[in-house]
């Protein structure tokens, strides 16, 4: 009788070191919850930024931005009717000079473009815009720089001595006087110029083109209003005024 206990004894030491041995080879069990590999994707961009859409919703402007490039929009997403395209347009990030955004059938062929005025660059004495326009395909109608056909247009004589600067502006046989301290500024411009402000906006269903002739960082010989209409295919300057008030 103890012959048999010791050999049923001796039997449950020998299944249970087999057990042991059997479990410590088993491989470990991995959790189904455990990522097996951990990716990293690097992206220098910020979520794009609404700048501008139609009160339906159904035209708009996304901001793309460079996080190296905090003060600038590097590339503009332009939605039409749920079509998105991206352009490599700048415009500023300042929420007050966000993209202005106008539909409006502006080469009277009956259907609506977009204009969409940007704003690349601003501050004392300088303001840099630039204008497209848009037909509902994304195909953009060419606008011309306005800058060369103001010089053109425009002559500015000056007569100085050491006290007073007078200038007069003849823009197509219309004169403007002005006259200005010598005192009034230390950095006259050898040159009047309309290349540091261009503003662009829809007024009375035209594009217009705004240019003030600076004569020096913060004095004025008026400014130029040019008119455009569409010529063979694209919007060029057409007509020209000139406005005595302007302050910058």
């Keep these: 009788m103890k012959k048999i206990i010791i050999v049923a004894m ?11 041995n059997d479990q ?11 990522p097996k590999e951990s990716i990293t994707t690097l992206d220098t961009s910020t979520p794009n930024t609404l700048l501008s859409e139609t009160s339906d919703k159904k035209i708009a402007i996304y901001g793309v931005q460079d996080r190296a490039q905090k003060d600038i929009f590097s590339s503009l997403d332009v939605v039409i009717n749920g079509a998105t395209k991206r352009f490599t347009w700048n415009n500023v ?8 955004l106008s539909v409006i059938d502006l080469d009277a062929d009956g259907e609506d473009e977009m204009v969409i005025v940007l704003t690349k660059a601003t501050g004392t004495g300088v303001h840099d815009s630039e204008v497209h326009v848009l037909k509902s ?24 001595d050491k006290e007073i600067r007078q200038y007069t502006v003849s823009v197509d046989g219309r004169k403007h006087s002005f006259e200005f301290s010598e005192n009034d500024s ?19 269903s035209h594009l217009i083109a705004e240019l003030p002739i600076q004569i020096s960082t913060g004095h004025y010989l008026g400014e130029s209003i040019v008119r ?21």
């Design 93 to 100: 990030t300042n929420p007050s000079f966000y993209p202005q």
């Design 186 to 204: 230390n950095d006259w411009f050898e040159q009047p110029t309309v290349q540091n402000i261009l503003r662009f906006e829809i007024k009375d």
């Design 24 to 34: 410590s080879l088993s491989p470990p069990q991995i959790e189904e919850s455990t």
């Design 228 to 248: 455009y209409a569409l010529i063979n295919g694209r919007f060029e300057p057409s007509e020209i005024e000139m406005t005595k008030d302007y302050s910058g």
């Design 10 to 20: 001796l039997g449950v030491i020998l299944l249970s070191g087999c057990g042991a």
């Design 137 to 160: 395909d994304f195909t953009e109608i060419t606008v011309s720089d306005p800058k060369k056909y103001v010089l053109s247009h425009i002559k500015v004589d000056l007569k100085a």
